[in-house]
């Protein structure tokens, strides 16, 4: 669980305007982790993202999988992105056939899978999102929530180790952001890494394993989301506090101490929980 499985190491881009996106920028993500990546716009997260499956090239420093350098002849991509899979911000960037299934469907079948064998991964693939019945649904009739988990059973169907995800939450009401948390809660408790960009302090804080802020292209902070989001000049720079920890912090100055055994709560649900043990110990008392 702790071997690095993606590692970017001194890793520089600048694009043909000029500018700049990564700047000598080192991480590494572990193996089975939930890592959220932080910054403002134009701090470098898609810029990273397409340089973790090969879809862009360090103009300096290396990219490299389980130890290895990415090899980016077309059999060598082929198989980072196998193992990769990316589902980008805007879903109709990615959608691009009639039917839900023939979507999810184009994936498997470029890797010369046998019919059978592709019609089960995609099968499951849309099991696993909670879209299965909407198999023959044209993709144009489908809601913008709907669009997002049938990129992400078109990067399922791949059956990929890593699932690194560009602002999954964007645009969504908080039921479908609740929907697709379950689905990635799914796909981690069966083993896979995921990345995800996001702009959300709260949930970063509730849901990932290690936090990275990234500042004008270089990386700010890495750690665990008590560790990083803590810590002033983070917060500075992010411009907020996790809700979840300002309310833990200001119950503590009056006395309330929600620790159990060491540990902060970091989401609502531990937030609540904690009060009522809190209360049901006072009243025991």
């Given at each position: 669980?702790n071997?690095?499985?993606?590692k ?8 043909a305007?000029?500018t700049?996106?990564l ?23 898609t810029?990273?993202?397409l340089?973790l ?10 990219v ?14 082929r ?8 589902v ?5 960037s990615?959608l ?8 999810v ?10 019919e059978?064998?592709?019609?089960k ?11 299965a019945?909407f198999a ?31 602002e999954?939450m ?20 069966a ?6 960009a996001t702009?959300?302090?709260d949930?970063?804080?509730?849901w990932a394993?290690e ?20 810590r002033p000049?983070?917060?500075?720079k ?6 979840v ?6 119950l503590?100055?009056i006395g ?10 970091r ?14 110990q006072?009243?025991?008392l």
């Amino acid at each position: 669980m702790n071997d690095a499985i993606l590692k970017l190491e001194d890793v520089s881009y600048r694009y043909a305007d000029g500018t700049r996106a990564l700047d000598a920028c080192s991480l590494t993500i572990r193996r089975g982790t939930r890592t959220a990546v932080l910054g403002a716009n134009g701090a470098g997260k898609t810029t990273m993202f397409l340089h973790l499956n090969g879809i862009l090239r360090p103009s300096a420093g290396q990219v490299y999988r389980e130890g290895m350098p990415l090899d980016y002849s077309r059999g060598g991509l082929r198989n980072l992105r196998s193992k990769v899979g990316m589902v980008f911000q805007n879903p109709d960037s990615q959608l691009f056939s009639a039917s839900v299934r023939e979507d999810v469907s184009f994936g498997p079948m470029n890797l010369g899978l046998e019919e059978a064998v592709a019609r089960k991964r995609v099968e499951e693939a849309l099991l696993a999102v909670g879209m299965a019945e909407f198999a023959d649904r044209p993709v144009h009739n489908l809601s913008y929530g709907q669009k997002k988990r049938v990129c992400i059973a078109g990067v399922l169907a791949m059956q990929p180790e890593i699932v690194v995800l560009d602002e999954p939450m964007a645009g969504l009401d908080a039921v479908m952001q609740e929907e697709l948390t379950t689905v990635l809660e799914r796909l981690h408790a069966a083993g896979m890494t995921i990345v995800i960009a996001t702009h959300d302090l709260d949930f970063a804080y509730g849901w990932a394993d290690e936090v990275v802020v990234l500042q004008s292209g270089r990386l700010l902070a890495h750690g665990t989301p008590a560790e990083v989001l803590m810590r002033p000049e983070v917060q500075g720079k992010l411009g907020a506090t996790p809700l979840v920890a300002e309310i833990t912090r200001s119950l503590s100055l009056i006395g309330i101490d929600l620790r159990d055994n060491g540990y902060l709560p970091r989401s609502k649900n531990e937030l609540l929980k904690a009060i009522a043990a809190q209360t049901r110990q006072e009243d025991s008392l």
